[in-house]
C-alpha cells in the first residue's frame, strides 16, 4: 500500500492546487468567463448541426463551431493564462495520480494447474501482434498445445475438436470477437479459459485484469494463474464479451471503408441515421419491466455495465460478475426521465428489441446482420477464466467510486494507510461457475480474415 499511499496523497495534494489557482481564476473571469461559456455551448449546437446535415450545410455548421471555439480560446486566454495553465495542469496531473492510486492488484484464488491447456491464435490480430511476440513459441515451452488461424478456419470448430482430443483448458490469442467464440465453447464444457491480449484495443482483457501491454506474460494463466468467475451475455444465441451496438455505430460498421477510416465512416453515417433525410431506422425495445420504448439513435448492449460521465474509468466495466447487462440508449424519447446527460443507461438481465426490418450490429466489433425480434439475456457465473498473477486481476475501475465526493474521501482514506478494496472485493466473482447451455451451431466469423 505505500505506493498507493504516495500517489494518493500527491492526488488530493494536486486537487488543492488545481481549486486555488481555479478559485483565483474566477473573480477575475467576469464577464470574459461568461462569454467564453456561452461561446462552447453555441459552438456544440453548430457542431451537432453540421454532424446532421451534409453539403454546404455541414461546412456552415463545423465551420461556425471552429469559429466559435477559437473566440472561446481568446476570451480565456486572456483573463489569466498562467493560473489557468496551473489549474487545468494540476487537474490533470490529479486524475492521473488518482487513477493510479485505485488501480490495485486482486489476489485470485489458485486454480490448479491443466494438465492439456490448448491455445487458438490468430496470426493477423492486432497487426500480427502474435507473431511479433512469437506467442506460438512461448505457449509451446509452457506446455501449449498451439493452432494457428488460417483464412476460411471455423475457429468454434477448432475449438471443439481441441475439446473432445481431450484438452482441460482453451485459450485464445486474438480480437474480442474470437475471444467471444472460444469463451463460449469453454464456458460450455466447463473448462478454464485465459485472455491472451493479442488484439487490436483488448476491451475483454482490460476489464477481466488482463495486462494489455504483456503479451506473453498473459500465458502464464494456465500455468500458475488465479481464478475468478465472470458472466457472459448472448444476443440471438450468440455469445459475445463486450458489447452489441444498433443503430448509428452499428451502421457505421456495416459500410465498406470503415476498418480504413472509422471516425470519417463514422460521422458520413450520422445524417443516414439523425439527419432531416435519415431513413426509416426504427428501434423499439422491451425491458425486463415490460414496458415498450421507442429507441434514439444508437442502443448499446453490454456483459455488464460500463462506467460512463466519470472523469476517470470511463468507458470501462468495474464488474464483469453483476449477473446484469447493461443498456445505453443515445437520444431517448421521453418516457425516459429527464436528465441532462444525451443519453439514458439502466441494467437488466434481459431485453429484447424489434424493428420492421433486420438490424444492422456490431457484434464485439464483428458486423451482423439480425433478424428481429433482437433478444440479449444474460448468463451468469458461466465462464471461468485464468489470469497471471503478475496481472491485474480486476477492472482498472473495479474500486474507483462513482462520485467525486466519494473518490476524494477514499483518496483521504488510502493516504492515511486504509485499504480502498471492500471486503470480498470487486473482482471475487462466484465461488463456483455455472454451465453454459449448450450453444445452437452458428455460422462463425471468419477470425483469421480481418485483423483486430
Known sequence: MAGHRLVATASLLLIVVAVVAA????????????????????????????????????????????????????????????????????????????????????????????????????????????????????????????????????????????????????????????????AAVAAEAGLPYACIPAGTRNHFALDLGVDRNDVVGALDALVDGGERIVDLAEVNGRVFVNNVSLGLYAVAVQREGYRDAKIRTLIDTVPDVVGPVAGALHLDWRGADGQAHGGGAAILVSNNRYRLGRAIGSGTRPRLDAGLLGVVTLLPDGSRPPSARPYAEWTTPSLEVTSGAPVAAGIDGEAVTLQTPVTFRTHPAALRCRIARAHPGASPSAFEPDTAAAAVRALVGMAVGRDPRPVGGAAGGASAPRRLPQQPEHSAPDAAGTAR
Do not use: C
Not at 491443466?114 to 505457449?139: H, I, T
Open 23 to 182: 478559485a483565483s481564476v474566477v473573480g477575475t473571469a467576469f464577464p470574459r468567463g461568461l462569454l467564453a461559456l456561452l461561446a462552447v455551448v453555441l459552438a456544440l449546437g453548430a457542431a451537432l448541426y453540421g454532424l446532421v446535415h451534409r453539403g454546404a450545410a455541414r461546412v456552415a455548421g463545423l465551420g461556425a463551431a471552429l469559429a466559435l471555439v477559437a473566440a472561446a480560446l481568446a476570451l480565456v486566454v486572456t483573463i489569466a493564462p498562467v493560473r489557468i495553465a496551473i489549474a487545468v495542469g494540476a487537474a490533470w496531473l490529479a486524475l492521473m495520480a488518482a487513477r493510479a492510486a485505485f488501480r490495485i492488484h486482486v489476489a485470485l484464488p489458485a486454480g490448479p494447474r491443466p494438465r492439456r491447456p490448448f491455445l487458438l491464435y490468430n496470426p493477423r490480430s492486432g497487426g500480427g501482434k502474435a507473431e511479433r511476440f512469437r506467442v506460438a513459441d512461448e505457449a509451446r515451452a509452457r506446455g501449449y498445445d498451439v493452432v494457428a488461424l488460417t483464412p476460411g478456419t471455423d475457429l468454434e470448430a477448432l475449438a471443439r475438436d481441441a475439446v473432445a482430443s481431450g484438452a482441460d483448458a482453451l485459450a485464445m490469442a486474438g480480437g474480442d470477437g474470437s475471444q467471444a467464440i472460444v
